[in-house]
């Protein structure tokens, strides 16, 4: 409404001004008829005053008002700048928004990336939310370590000067690889090494498959390691039985491993102490075979299976105590 009081208030007092100079005369081209010139000055000039306080009015309103309303012909990034503008100023403020699954807490660091996203819409806070809980939010990392930009500086967010990279896939799976040089090697001395130096090899199966790109170590319920392979290899239980054999068993882990998970929501580690170093070994060992994806012999994947199925009805165990 703002633009139409401007023009209003401009015209009227454009008219005006001219009437009263006498620019526009009386009966001349001018459309109006001379006897009514007088009240039409006068309605002209109450008109500019009204349509002036309005604009001042509103100058004055409080920024916060403008940004709660979030008006539908705004932007995105306007809407998500101003919020953030508000809640920047206390960290503690930072609430999440409505649809936030009510047990899950926020990301630890509450970065300018976290603050402004939080409350972006759509796609932009599905990031946060499937990154809150991941074992990178709990090791106290934040977007910026993987996509980069700047933390301190909303206006340089996203600037390529710092180091965005936004979602290039390539720089993104780089990233990985240098925090993982042991994980990323096993990898590279295996059946699905690609030179990450190069563009996207999309027959190969990269981090983010397997991993996921925000939700690393805390997986969605549904999520099945096997239906991975199984996109690329049919036959995997046939032709690889022995490797078959641990992604299965890795998938039965982790499907009580999410509801430990859930159960420990508030905790600073979602794996119970007891069960802190047996996980990491198993872990450790799981990831051996699926990166090297060397040649396995069944009675090797045997022992792995067993250790890993007895830790997981261990952990079913500790379930029941918990309910
Ligand atoms: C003031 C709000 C705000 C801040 C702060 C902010 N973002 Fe964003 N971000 C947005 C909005 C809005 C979009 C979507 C529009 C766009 O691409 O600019 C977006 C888009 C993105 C995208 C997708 C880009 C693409 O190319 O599709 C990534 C990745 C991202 N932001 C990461 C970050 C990271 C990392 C930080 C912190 C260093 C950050 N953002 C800080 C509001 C913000
Ligand atoms: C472990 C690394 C990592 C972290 C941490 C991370 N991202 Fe991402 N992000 C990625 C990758 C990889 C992609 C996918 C790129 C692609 O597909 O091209 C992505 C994609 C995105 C996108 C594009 C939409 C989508 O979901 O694919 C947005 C927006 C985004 N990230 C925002 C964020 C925000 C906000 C945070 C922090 C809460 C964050 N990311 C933390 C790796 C990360
Ligand atoms: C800035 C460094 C950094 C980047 C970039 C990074 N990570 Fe991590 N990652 C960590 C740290 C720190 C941990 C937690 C300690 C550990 O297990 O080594 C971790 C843990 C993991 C784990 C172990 C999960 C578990 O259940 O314990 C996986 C898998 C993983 N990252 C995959 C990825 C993938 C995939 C990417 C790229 C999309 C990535 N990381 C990018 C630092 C990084
Ligand atoms: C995006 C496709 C893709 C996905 C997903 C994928 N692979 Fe592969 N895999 C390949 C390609 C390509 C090769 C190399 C084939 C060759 O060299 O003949 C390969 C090779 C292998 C080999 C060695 C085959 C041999 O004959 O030596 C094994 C074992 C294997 N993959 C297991 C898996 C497992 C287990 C998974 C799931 C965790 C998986 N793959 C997911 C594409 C994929
Ligand atoms: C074909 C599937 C697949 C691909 C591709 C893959 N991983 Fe893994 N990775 C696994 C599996 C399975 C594990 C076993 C642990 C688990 O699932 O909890 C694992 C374990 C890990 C771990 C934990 C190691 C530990 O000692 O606990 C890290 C870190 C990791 N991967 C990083 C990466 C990175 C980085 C890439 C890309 C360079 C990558 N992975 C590619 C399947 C894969």
Redesign the pocket.
């Given at each position: 409404m703002t633009w139409l009081w401007t023009l209003i208030a401009l015209a009227a007092a454009v008219f005006a001004s001219l009437r009263i100079a006498g620019v526009i005369r009386p009966g001349g081209s001018g459309r109006l008829a001379g006897g009514s010139n007088r009240a039409v000055v006068g309605w002209m000039v109450v008109l500019a005053m009204v349509g002036l306080a309005t604009l001042t009015l509103r100058a004055e309103e409080p920024r916060s008002s403008d940004s709660v309303g979030s008006s539908p012909t705004k932007k995105q990034g306007e809407v998500a700048a101003e919020s953030t503008a508000a809640s920047a100023k206390n960290t503690d403020e930072v609430k999440p928004p409505k649809g936030w699954p009510k047990r899950l807490p926020l990301?630890l660091e509450k970065?300018n990336?976290?603050r402004c996203?939080l409350n972006a819409g759509r796609?932009?806070t599905?990031?946060?939310r499937?990154?809150?809980h991941?074992v990178?939010?709990l090791n106290h990392?934040?977007?910026n370590?993987?996509?980069g930009g700047n933390t301190d500086n909303d206006a340089l967010a996203h600037d390529e000067s710092v180091g965005f990279i936004?979602?290039?896939?390539s720089a993104?799976?780089r990233?990985?690889a240098e925090c993982h040089e042991e994980e990323h090697a096993l990898l590279a001395s295996g059946p699905h090494a690609w030179d990450f130096s190069k563009r996207i090899n999309t027959d190969y199966p990269m981090c983010?498959d397997c991993h996921g790109?925000?939700d690393?170590g805390n997986p969605p319920p549904d999520f099945r390691l096997k239906d991975v392979c199984l996109d690329c290899h049919e036959k995997l239980d046939e032709e690889h039985p022995a490797i078959a054999s641990v992604v299965d068993q890795n998938d039965k882990y982790w499907v009580t491993m999410i509801a430990v998970r859930e159960k420990r929501l508030q905790e600073e580690d979602p794996v119970p102490p007891e069960f802190r170093d047996r996980v990491d070994r198993l872990r450790h060992a799981t990831m051996q075979v699926m990166h090297g994806l060397h040649k396995l012999p069944q009675k090797k994947a045997d022992q792995l299976n067993q250790q890993v199925e007895a830790l997981r009805q261990e952990l079913e165990a500790w379930l029941k105590n918990a309910q």
């Open positions: 990301p970065t990336c976290v996203h796609e932009l599905l990031a946060v499937d990154f809150a991941s990178h939010d990392m934040s977007c370590d993987c996509h936004g979602t290039k896939l993104h799976l990233n990985c983010i790109n925000h690393v």
